[in-house]
């Protein structure tokens, strides 16, 4: 069932109710006609009423719960189609006043296709089977019926139903081309909130970012009191932006519940305590009342502490120093209720209705210094619907708001994909940065010279703003566009490769695909630098090859220890598997082009292991290489030039041939390529300290 289909149920939902009432008090009283049309058979009507009249009644009471009620299209249909067949069971017992009681019959389909809109087919079904009623009720009929007569029934029933399948076609067609042309605009409308949100995240980052560095770099700054009020702005900036973005999600469908079992006893306490130090300068006393310490309720963490972090925003952000907040837990058998109550300016009457509606403000004149953005309780009443739950609000002005929320216990009203097992419970509004303490050896002694990192971004305050940060340590190739990365990126192998996501020519999604499936490039680690905050744009990041995933706004510091990080584990990988080139590539942690190409490499070296003429120029041509990419993709992932990888290759090899003892010293030589017994001497010494004839020993 697609979208369009479900949106029709629910909004057939009301009209089926309507119609259900209207049917079940009007079409019993249809017998005070009968009564003058037909005195003797009236009574006789009545019982044909009456029982219809109670399928209503029983349809009624089925779809009306929640779980019966997408089924509001077949109510209208047994709606209609049962008070046809019941006027066709009248016909055989009426001598006269054909023409009214065939009146009657037509009109419920009429109506009914008028008023509503369902599909075509059932519209046409109904309308089957009523006909068919109609020919069945007048065939059986005792009573004689004129040629012209029967002519004229014929062609007003048919006319009548022809015009209500008309309708109901019109009806469904202009419905279901309304919906998609609303859905149409919805999406552009958030496409539009979506793509603005994450052009300020730039911006954003690069404010917040400096503004940090000022506060660390000078912390007993008589400036820093501006610095201060920037970043607590710029961060209000970012939570409206991260509100926007939400709702814009939630509007295309792309917030998706994730719950699972949580003490909302525990956790709401949690939530309130980060607003204490805020009471305590505000002098503020908050409240929390709970007659139980544990309960358990399947709730998505990350949307449950917006939830509430919103609600109680909203309680300090509208009540007065020195009042009270009060966050109190209640439950029955069904729910849990949370009560946010505060001492506040509170909220006229008739603007209650209105304080879940998006980017609506309170326009009391009193409230004017407390205007906010009109997004955080339309957030609210997204994500608390999404939990299937309810929240509501009583408020008497000059007294204080309350806002009560409900939640389902168990999880009978949950699907099976809205369920998690292990959730991630870390608050997404702290952002912090864990790193090791040991200190990481500087990689620039390692190599001999300064790592080269590429940054592919497209905004150039961007650029300049990540290489403030970095050029001390690395040395920074740039790049425009994706296209321009990955040619880059071919060229000069750089050791580490930061890149944004949204980019014109080639975007960062597939400049990672691109890099990853190319063997020259694919060792390169790869932080992905993005706006895109939600769970799906970071998982197609990671599934496209990203190593790390950092949001905007990020800070420099955490750039910096990401990027070290990743180069430092680069260079274990190189140290490991430079001791020991026998281990297989597939249980070494890198991506599976890596693998292949490792594979490859050693495979092709073991086929020409007692060949002394195979050398460099030689394995290149097997890889379809060059020398200087060749050179550059060994270097990267073992730490050695492709002459030094052929010859520890081979005398590894050689050391493993004297372990088991089968061959003397010149025979091992020999079958490791080496034809100088000299040379090959001085070459396993070098490696392993020791001669070849010492050894075994």
Not at 131 to 159: D, K, M, Q
Request: net charge neutral; with cysteine.
């Amino acid at each position: 069932m697609n979208d369009f289909h479900v949106n029709l149920r629910k909004k057939n939902f009301l009209p089926f109710v309507g119609a259900s009432i209207f049917s079940v008090i009007v079409n019993p009283l249809w017998g005070i006609f009968d009564y003058f049309l037909e005195p003797g058979l009236w009574f006789l009507f009545l019982k044909f009423r009456l029982g219809t009249a109670l399928l209503h009644i029983i349809s009624l009471i089925v779809i009306s719960r929640p779980k019966f009620r997408h089924f509001s299209i077949e109510g209208i249909w047994l709606l209609a189609v049962s008070i046809e067949l019941e006027i066709a069971l009248m016909f055989p017992f009426l001598e006269t006043n054909i023409y009214p009681y065939t009146l009657g019959f037509t009109l419920p389909f009429l109506i009914i296709t008028i008023i509503t809109a369902i599909p075509f087919l059932y519209s046409l079904s109904a309308m089957a089977i009523s006909v068919l009623a109609f020919i069945v009720g007048f065939y059986v009929r005792p009573y004689p019926i004129s040629f012209e007569e029967t002519l004229f029934l014929s062609f007003f029933v048919s006319t009548s139903f022809g015009v209500g399948l008309l309708s109901s076609f019109l009806n469904y067609r202009i419905v279901k081309n309304e919906y998609y042309m609303h859905k149409k605009l919805d999406q552009l409308k958030s496409n539009f909130f979506a793509n603005i949100t994450h052009e300020f995240r730039t911006p954003l980052t690069l404010i917040l970012g400096p503004v940090q560095n000022l506060l660390e770099k000078y912390p007993n700054s008589e400036d820093n009191q501006d610095y201060n009020l920037i970043k607590k702005n710029a961060l209000r900036l970012q939570n409206l932006i991260n509100q926007l973005l939400d709702l814009s999600r939630m509007e295309s469908g792309k917030l998706t519940l994730h719950a699972s079992r949580q003490n909302i006893v525990g956790l709401s306490k949690s939530i309130l305590s980060t607003f204490e130090s805020h009471a305590v300068t505000r002098n503020i006393e908050l409240t929390f009342k709970s007659s139980f310490q544990r309960q358990e309720l399947y709730i998505d963490f990350d949307k449950y502490e917006k939830i509430l972090t919103n609600l109680l925003f909203n309680a300090f952000k509208f009540s007065e120093d020195g009042s009270e907040i009060i966050l109190s837990i209640s439950k029955n058998e069904k729910h849990v209720s949370i009560e946010i109550e505060d001492r506040g300016i509170g909220i006229a009457p008739d603007q209650l209705t209105h304080v879940f509606e998006r980017f609506y403000q309170v326009e009391a004149g009193s409230t004017r210094s407390y205007e906010g953005s009109g997004i955080g309780l339309a957030l609210v009443k997204e994500l608390v619907d999404l939990h299937y739950g309810q929240i509501s609000v009583k408020s008497v002005p000059g007294i204080g708001t309350t806002f009560t929320l409900k939640f389902l216990l168990g999880t009978g009203h949950l699907s099976k994909s809205e369920l998690i097992d292990n959730p991630e419970t870390k608050s997404t509004f702290v952002n912090a940065i864990f790193t090791d303490s040991e200190d990481v050896e500087s990689l620039s002694e390692h190599n001999g010279e300064l790592p080269c990192v590429l940054v592919v971004e497209d905004n150039l305050d961007m650029q300049k703003y990540i290489n403030s940060f970095l050029s001390n340590d690395y040395h920074i190739l740039f790049a425009n566009d994706g296209l321009e990365g990955f040619q880059t990126a071919k060229d000069k192998i750089p050791d580490l490769i930061i890149c944004d996501v949204m980019m014109p020519v080639m975007n960062g999604f597939e400049l990672c695909r691109n890099l990853k499936t190319d063997f020259k490039t694919s060792h390169i680690p790869l932080i992905m630098l993005t706006a895109k905050a939600d769970i799906q744009d970071k998982l197609k990041g990671l599934e496209s090859g990203a190593d790390e995933y950092l949001y905007k706004p990020f800070s420099g510091k955490e750039l910096t220890v990401r990027t070290r990080n990743l180069l430092e584990q680069r260079r274990k990988l190189q140290q490991k598997f430079a001791t020991n080139i026998f281990i297989s590539p597939s249980k070494l942690d890198i991506g599976h082009t890596d693998k292949t190409f490792l594979d490859e490499v050693l495979n092709t070296i073991q086929k020409n292991i007692d060949n002394p003429d195979f050398h460099v120029d030689d394995l290149a041509d097997k890889m379809s290489l060059s020398r200087v990419h060749l050179h550059r993709k060994l270097k990267a992932l073992v730490d050695k030039s492709t002459t030094e990888f052929i010859r520890s290759y081979r005398l590894q090899h050689a050391a493993k041939l004297l372990s088991e003892k089968n061959y003397n010293v010149g025979e091992i030589a020999f079958r490791v390529g080496f034809n100088n017994l000299s040379y090959f001497s001085d070459s396993f010494k070098k490696q392993y300290g020791v001669l070849p004839s010492d050894y075994v020993k």
